[in-house]
C-alpha cells in the first residue's frame, strides 16, 4: 500500500466521522416546492454594463491561477478580465439581472451574498431574480478556493484572496446597476447553428451538441445589440502550463464580435463536462486560443435563421439538496478552503450533503435551463454509451433522463457553472473511480481511457438529484 493509498483511506475516516457529526448536529429542514414567477409587458427592455475585474497587483498578495494543478501562481498578464451584466424585462420595470465574469466559478453561497448586495440597491427593488454565470475561464484567479498551494497529497490551500473577492462582489453591483440603468426598448430574437467539429474531446461522447446559440436583442433606437451567447466548451487550451491571466477565447470572441458588429456580448458556457473548445493543434497556445476565438466569432456571424421572441419571462429557481460522496471535496470543505455548508444527508458515501439550485426559464419561447457545476452533455441532450460500449459495463437505464426529455425540448439552453460550481455531472454508466484512492486520483476504465472528471464531482448520482429536482420544477412550471 504506498502513502496515496493510505492518504485515501484517512481522508474517508475523517470524512465519515465528520459527516456523523452533521447528522448528530444539524438538520436538513424541508425545502418547499417553488412557484413560478412570471413577466409579461409590451416590448424587451434591455441593459448592458461591464467591467474590468483585474487582480490589484499594488497589494502584497499572491494570486492563484484556476482551473488546473493546484499552486499555479499568477506571473503575468494576458489580456484582462471583466464581468458583464444585462438587465432584461418586459417594459414594465420588472425584470432580471444576468451576471457572467471571466472566472472558472462561485459558490452558491457567494453568489446569494451578491444576490443579497444588489437586492438591496434602492435602484434594484423591481428586481425578480440576480443569476450569476462563469465564462468558466481555467486561467482567471481562483474564486473557489481550489487551486492554492498544495501539499505532499495533493490537498491544496485556500487560493482565494479577500481582496478580490471583494472587488468581484462590488464590480456585481456596480455593473448590475449600470445595466438596469442602461435599459432600452427592442426586440429579441433567438437563433443557432451547428457547429460541427467546432468541439474537441478526450473522452469517447456519443453526442457532443456541437451548436452555438445567441439570443439578440435589437434596440429599437440607438444602441448596441446586446449578444447572449452559449457554447459547451471549455475556455482551458493554455494548458497546465500557464501563468498568465486571460480570460482564453471567450474574451477574444466577444472583442471580435464587439469590433465587427458593435454588439456587446454576454457569455456563459454550456454542457461541458468533457468537452473543450475546437483544436487546431497550434503549439503557440495563445494563438489557438485566438483561433478558437475568431472560430466562433465568426460562426456567429452566420446566424440567419432566428426567431422573434414574445416579451415574457417565467421562471421558477428551485433549491435542493445534493448528497456529497466525494471525500476529497467534503476535506477541503471542513479545512474551510471553500465556502461550504453541510447538511445531514442518508444517501451519501460522507453522510453529508450541499444545498444548491437549478432554474428552469422560459424567455419568450426560447426555454433556458441554469445548472450548477459542469454537466456531461449526454446528462442534458442525451446520447447514452449502450451496455457493450460504456465503461462500467452497464446499461443506460442506471442513467436518470436527459433534461431536455424533462423539458421537452432539445433546443432548450443549458448554461452550466451558473450559479454553483458543483463539480462534474457524469452519466452513471460512465461513472468510474478508483479502486484504492477514489476521488483522490483519476483511474483507467476497462478500455484504458482516463477518468480524471469524477474526482471533482460530487457522485454518481448528481445527475438522479438534478433530474428529480427539474421534474418537480417543471411540472410546476406547467400548472
Not at 413577466?39 to 497589494?59: Q, T
Request: charged share 25%; with cysteine.
Amino acid at each position: 500500500m504506498d502513502i496515496m493509498d493510505l492518504a485515501s483511506k484517512g481522508i474517508i475516516k475523517i470524512t465519515k466521522s465528520y459527516g456523523k457529526k452533521v447528522q448528530k448536529t444539524k438538520t436538513a429542514y424541508p425545502i418547499p416546492e417553488e412557484s413560478p414567477v412570471e413577466i409579461k409587458g409590451s416590448c424587451f427592455r434591455a441593459g448592458f454594463s461591464r467591467d474590468e475585474i483585474m487582480p490589484d497587483l499594488s497589494l502584497d498578495r499572491t494570486y492563484w491561477i484556476a482551473g488546473h494543478g493546484s499552486g499555479h501562481k499568477m506571473e503575468g498578464i494576458l489580456s484582462p478580465v471583466y464581468i458583464h451584466a444585462l438587465w432584461l424585462d418586459c417594459g414594465n420595470d420588472e425584470g432580471i439581472i444576468w451576471i457572467s465574469a471571466d472566472i472558472v466559478g462561485l459558490t452558491n453561497i457567494e453568489v446569494n451574498k451578491i444576490r443579497k448586495m444588489i437586492l438591496s440597491r434602492p435602484e434594484m427593488k423591481n428586481c425578480k431574480a440576480v443569476n450569476f454565470s462563469c465564462t468558466h475561464s481555467h486561467s482567471g484567479i481562483d474564486t473557489l478556493g481550489y487551486w492554492g498551494k498544495a501539499n505532499l497529497v495533493s490537498i491544496p490551500s485556500d487560493g482565494k484572496v479577500p481582496e478580490y473577492m471583494d472587488m468581484l462582489f462590488e464590480k456585481a453591483v456596480k455593473v448590475s446597476v449600470e445595466a438596469h440603468n442602461n435599459a432600452k426598448a427592442g426586440k429579441l430574437y433567438t437563433g443557432r447553428i451547428s457547429i460541427e467539429g467546432g468541439l474537441s474531446t478526450g473522452r469517447r461522447l456519443p453526442e457532443k451538441h456541437e451548436y452555438l446559440t445567441r439570443l439578440r436583442f435589437v434596440p429599437e433606437n440607438e444602441g448596441n445589440e446586446i449578444w447572449i451567447m452559449n457554447i459547451g466548451a471549455h475556455p482551458n487550451s493554455l494548458g497546465g502550463n500557464n501563468r498568465q491571466l486571460s480570460g482564453e477565447y471567450p474574451y477574444f470572441m466577444r472583442e471580435q464580435i464587439k469590433k465587427e458588429k458593435g454588439a456587446d456580448v454576454i457569455f456563459g458556457i454550456g454542457a461541458i463536462g468533457g468537452m473543450d473548445a475546437k483544436d487546431f493543434g497550434n503549439e503557440d497556445r495563445v494563438q489557438e486560443i485566438k483561433l478558437q476565438a475568431e472560430y466562433y466569432a465568426e460562426r456567429s456571424f452566420e446566424i440567419t435563421d432566428e426567431k422573434e421572441l414574445d416579451a415574457s419571462i417565467k421562471f421558477i429557481t428551485q433549491p435542493f439538496y445534493l448528497p456529497v460522496d466525494n471525500n476529497v471535496l467534503t476535506l477541503l470543505a471542513i479545512r474551510g478552503t471553500m465556502s461550504f455548508n453541510a447538511f445531514p444527508s442518508n444517501c451519501s458515501e460522507t453522510g453529508i450533503a450541499m444545498k444548491t439550485e437549478i432554474t428552469y426559464m422560459t424567455i419568450g419561447s426560447q426555454k433556458i435551463l441554469l445548472l450548477p457545476g459542469e454537466n456531461f452533455v449526454s446528462t442534458v441532450y442525451g446520447g447514452y454509451m449502450d451496455k457493450e460500449n460504456s465503461t462500467t459495463g452497464l446499461s443506460p437505464e442506471v442513467n436518470a433522463e436527459p433534461l431536455c426529455e424533462i423539458t421537452g425540448d432539445s433546443e432548450m439552453i443549458a448554461f452550466g457553472a451558473t450559479n454553483d460550481m458543483t463539480g462534474y455531472c457524469v452519466p452513471k454508466n460512465d461513472f468510474v473511480l478508483h479502486p484504492t484512492q477514489p476521488y483522490l486520483n483519476s483511474t483507467r476504465d476497462r478500455f484504458d481511457e482516463n477518468h480524471y472528471h469524477e474526482t471533482n464531482s460530487m457522485g454518481p448520482n448528481t445527475h438522479k438529484f438534478i433530474a428529480d429536482t427539474l421534474k418537480t420544477v417543471v411540472k410546476n412550471f406547467n400548472k
